[in-house]
């Protein structure tokens, strides 16, 4: 869509829609342009659905969505919403989410935790439904203390989305409310991200009237989520087709492979399922373009209180993880991403490259130190004595980058005796010290070490490192950054600085290079 093609929908289509012209974000509209044509096919034919041959022939890349300390979508990393159906009680629930943030560690794929507080569309009366809100949502707070995983929940009534939204990161509505207006006016008024779980009753293009609702409060923070369609009496088929088709809408698509597994109602009160099925959906999923896959998962599915016929085992997951990370890599993001397509200098249209590929090009990494090598607090005693805390993990992570070939460099804008000291420690040769306008320092490592920009990784905590974050191949931010150093940075850290950001840093290029296998095998020796 063009330029003048979106100034169109925002002036034009907007008001008509809602009544007045919101404020959302260009890259929002072109990506609503497929919403528009939809909703102006449906009106004209009214027959809610619409022809392959009406819509644009390539599929916008969705916006990225962030959440926590992810970025997800706009043809990033492939993400995972895990946890188990219900909240059964604290310990568990902290347990199974240590467990999932240690996958994520390890894997580098990032997870959302789920887990209700309370099922309010049990098929029984006497089935299990979780602690409720006021204690469910104090044990989520618990798990995201604990862990430091982003948290997501469903609410089935309005008055349940302003409190929840005090501890969630994103707020769900359940498939069976995804038509409910008020649940998704209050969900989205909250400004969290929503996630919007189809329907089983309804179709792909059914979704715009659930979008057009939560973008009239001015809320574009949006995930849809397919979860399969009702297939006769007591079960379910997952229509790959939908995820397709809800791309063009231009937002994150998730698919729900646990729920797809489900067959509901055939239990004695309860609904069954077959978790054999799981991880073959899942695969189909990301296959078919999924950006983050679903999963409820459970130490023990057997005797899980709800959904455990269709529930993952929990053991299983950091090897379907794995799996499903490889399969995301082999995704064509041109099918999917036009808009991230560039000319080259032929004319000719060539895709810009992922965050993988810009990782294996990295040869010098620049650290800021004070917020990022340490946690920003500095001690000062009587003299000259100051203290600063640094993290271990990040120094054994910084000899292990030199030792797998990476140039290392510390550029910080204050003086300290500790900084040169901690850096001959680590065996870092290129310091630079009370350097407020990095941009020199960056030319002179580029010049010296014969680089170009894009071979340089940068990680930052505030605006003084905007500049390189912009000319560096690939910037990185850590939590509790600023703002405007957040939307900079390619990529935002699960770990905080002085908290292992550094050796999340290190790990992601080296994995990226094809150098961590080789890493660990020395210590299985």
Known sequence: ????????????????????????????????????????????????????????????????????????????????????????????????????????????????????????????????????????????????????????????????????????????????????????????????????????????????????????????????????????????????????????????????????????GRGEGRSGGDRSLVPPLARAGVAAGADGIFMEVHPDPDNALCDGPNCLTLGDVEALALNLKAIHKLIPKREFSPANQVASKQGEKTQEPSLEDRLKKIRLIIFDVDGVLTDGRITFGSGDLEIKSFDVRDGHGIKIAKRCGLEVAMVTGRVSEIVPRRAQDLGVELVFQHVFDKRPVFAELLERLNLEPEQVAIIGDDVVDIPLLRRAGVGFAVPGAPEEVLKEARYVTRHRGGQGAAREMIEMILKAQGKWEGVLARYYE
């Open 1 to 264: 869509m063009s330029e003048t093609g979106g100034d169109m929908v925002g002036a034009g289509i907007l008001p008509v829609l809602y009544g007045q012209a919101r404020s959302l974000s260009y890259q929002t509209l072109r990506g609503l342009s497929w919403v528009f044509r939809t909703w102006e096919y449906n009106t004209t034919f009214g027959n809610g659905y619409t022809l392959e041959s009406d819509m644009d022939d390539q599929i916008p890349s969705p916006a990225p969505l962030e959440v926590g300390n992810y970025r997800l979508g706009g043809d990033g990393e492939l993400f995972l919403i895990l946890g188990p159906c219900v909240i059964e009680s604290e310990r568990l629930t902290v347990e199974i989410g240590a467990e999932l943030a240690r996958i994520s560690q390890i894997t580098s794929v990032p997870v959302i935790f789920k887990a209700s507080f309370d099922k309010a569309n049990r098929t029984s009366v006497d089935s299990f439904r979780g602690p409720g809100l006021e204690k469910g949502l104090a044990i989520l707070r618990a798990v995201k203390k604990e862990t430091g995983l982003p948290i997501i929940s469903d609410i089935h009534t309005p008055d349940q989305a302003e409190p929840a939204s005090r501890v969630l990161d994103v707020i769900q509505i359940p498939a069976f409310l995804s038509r409910q207006t008020d649940l998704l006016l209050a969900a989205a008024a909250t400004g969290k991200a929503v996630n919007i779980k189809k329907g089983q009753f309804q179709s792909p293009q059914d979704m715009i009237h659930a979008l057009k609702k939560v973008l009239s409060t001015g809320n574009d923070r949006i995930m849809i989520t397919e979860r399969g369609a009702t297939f006769g009496y007591h079960d379910l088929v997952a229509d790959m087709r939908s995820i397709v088709r809800m791309k063009r809408f231009g937002f994150p698509v998730v698919f729900d492979a646990t729920h797809s597994a489900q067959f509901p």
